[in-house]
């Protein structure tokens, strides 16, 4: 299944528009993600990793404890072909900060990512990382949203959402996920995203529109994970598409107040062309308790959620 | 020097004396293949490319987590086998089903 705004033509639907846009071809060939990493099959993250170090030329990364510690290997192997300092959970915030002056201080290039999961930036480390954004400490922070605490089992983070099993919501997560963006929002940053793993060039440029701005950059990535989803391995790509399709996860960028949906998402802001939302639970293994009540729910929060950013359209 | 672009487009500096000696002073890591060890073990199938019937749109390349796909200077496509981890994200995304996932 191949949707149209992906394929090789480009990202966005009128030719002129996808002219402005990168296309797949343009992605750089170098790998400095290296092959033989600990990640399991089908990681999201890691090819989160990989477009990274292709679309940054000197990436310097501050990483806290997560799966991306692990999935980098073992001593005295690394995974990544570029600087990567790993630090305690709650700090990527302010060691990215501090890498970030360090560089500057000692004339040095690099540019900074701290490269974060879920857990890792909306519960331990929010703080660290309002800090940072507060003082506009030049760094970009990725968040990749695997939704729950995968390293440490599959534990329900506030990012999860709402229906989703773990292992500390068995019947499913009563809550809502909790919508980082939007505190990052808040933070009046000069530039902030959402992208996905399944949309290659789109996450690629929003890292280099981030890397053109100076001050706290955030971009939310979307990272499918096969063993904490319970889907097949092959499927995180597909799963990435179809959360975009039934407008679940919604691609945008917050500039000076605005909000602008991205071309790839752009055609769901219209609900009548969404796919339905139950295409997007049934593939996952983690959604099987949700029943008709429950997905009436998920599905109004999805509504809420476009509403809330039309009007900083 | 090789043509870099059909050999390998993998960036591994070359550990130099200096580099090695800090190896073993401080916690740190140096880049290299498998740092998780031979992961084409970890396979129980692989993916076999029917190069007939790729239309060289890359996607594969583009979706493969591990960077286990080589993009060659005519963007025809190959698989690292003494990588791959066998996921088959590249043959659920080929547009033209080009890519079969076969038992080991
Ligand atoms: C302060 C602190 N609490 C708990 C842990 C244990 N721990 C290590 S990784 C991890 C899960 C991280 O989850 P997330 O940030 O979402 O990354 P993921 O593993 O999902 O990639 C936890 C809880 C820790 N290292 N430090
Ligand atoms: S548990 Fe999920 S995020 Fe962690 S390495 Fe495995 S697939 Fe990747
Ligand atoms: S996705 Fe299929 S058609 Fe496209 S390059 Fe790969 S093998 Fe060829
Ligand atoms: S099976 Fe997975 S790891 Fe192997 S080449 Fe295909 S996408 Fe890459
Ligand atoms: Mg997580």
Redesign the pocket.
Known sequence: MESPERGQLGTSGSASQADEHMIIKDIPKEEKWLPGNAACPGCGLSLGLRLMAKAIEHPVVVMPASCGSVVQGGWPKSSASFPLLNIAMAAAGSAASGVSEALEALGKKGTVVAWAGDGGTADIGLQALSGAAERGENIIFVMYDNEAYMNTGIQRSSSTPHGAWTTTTPEGKREFKKEVAHIMMAHNLEYMATASVAFPTDFIEKLRKAEAHKGTKFIQLFSPCPPGWRIDYSKSIEVGKLAVQAGVWILYEYENGKVSISPISRPYLDAKKRRPLKDYLSLQGRFANVDEREATEIEKSVVEKWRFLSRFM | MADKDESSNYIVPAADSKSKALLLRYPISLPDFGSGGKTNQWRLQMPV?DQD?????????ADCPEAT?HRKSD???EINYDYCKGCGI?AN???????RMVDE
């Not at chain 2, 019937?53 to 390349?61: E, N, R, T, V």
């Not at chain 2, 995304?93 to 890519?99: D, G, L, N, R, V």
């Open positions: 490319i019937k790729c239309i060289k749109c890359i996607i594969c390349w796909i963007d025809s496509v590249c995304e080929c547009p033209t089903k080009a890519i």
